[in-house]
T-cell receptor, first 110, second 112 residues
């Protein structure tokens, strides 16, 4: 069964303390690995799409990378406004579904 | 540019009542999705559509029906609401395969 698993479930960091969030996936026929940010009471907001192993994308303090089994979201020198839930999702080519992980709740302490 | 708009934003239903959630997108997207989000469960796919007039089941379709009569609208229906359907419902749309999905702001539904 295809799965997307995120770790850790929750992470507390001090402002400026860099870290990485993990997304492991077992999806046959991967058609895009997506990262989203979700703030409380709001819908997920798109961050990145990765298509092939070795690909990397950056946006401000965030950098997403992809291997054949995992994706990482690296957060460099985070600020309190980076606090949110980060969601990973995989697109599947055989039926056009998008499968989500359960997310990582990130809290950056000032 | 409104993007993806969900109506209503909040609703309280009694067990056994019916209702329809509306999702409207103005981006001319082909694909549309309905998810539910529950604490500790993440986003789970209910139904989706890859074009006007088409629908398909997701992971948790029981108790829900959908229709895509117009390309810009995707309706989610609950025929006889149950407390287990208390959740936050999100609609999303995307251009097609390989592309990212854009989400609405959600509908918080409580069934008492």
């Amino acid at each position: 069964e295809d799965q997307v698993t995120q770790s850790p479930e929750a992470l507390r960091l001090q402002e400026g303390e860099s870290s990485s969030l993990n997304c492991s996936y077992t999806v046959s026929g991967l058609r895009g690995l997506f990262w989203y940010r979700q703030d409380p009471g709001k819908g997920p907001e798109f961050l990145f799409t990765l298509y092939s192993a070795g690909e990397e994308k950056e946006k401000e303090r965030l950098k997403a990378t992809l291997t054949k089994k995992e994706s990482f979201l690296h957060i460099t020198a985070p600020k309190p406004e980076d606090s949110a839930t980060y969601l990973c999702a995989a697109g599947r080519n055989r039926d056009d579904k998008i499968i989500f992980g359960k997310g990582t709740r990130l809290h950056i302490l000032p | 540019n409104a993007g993806v708009t969900q109506t209503p934003k909040f609703r309280v239903l009694k067990t056994g009542q019916s209702m329809t959630l509306l999702c409207a997108q103005d981006m001319n997207h082909e694909y549309m999705y309905w998810y539910r989000q529950d604490p500790g469960m993440g986003l789970r796919l209910i139904h989706y559509s890859v074009g006007e007039g088409t629908t398909a089941k997701g992971e948790v379709p029981d108790g829900y029906n959908v229709s895509r009569l117009k390309k810009q609208n995707f309706l989610l229906g609950l025929e006889s609401a149950a407390p287990s359907q208390t959740s936050v419902y999100f609609c999303a749309s995307r251009t097609g395969q390989n592309t990212e999905a854009f989400f609405g702001q959600g509908t918080r539904l409580t069934v008492v």
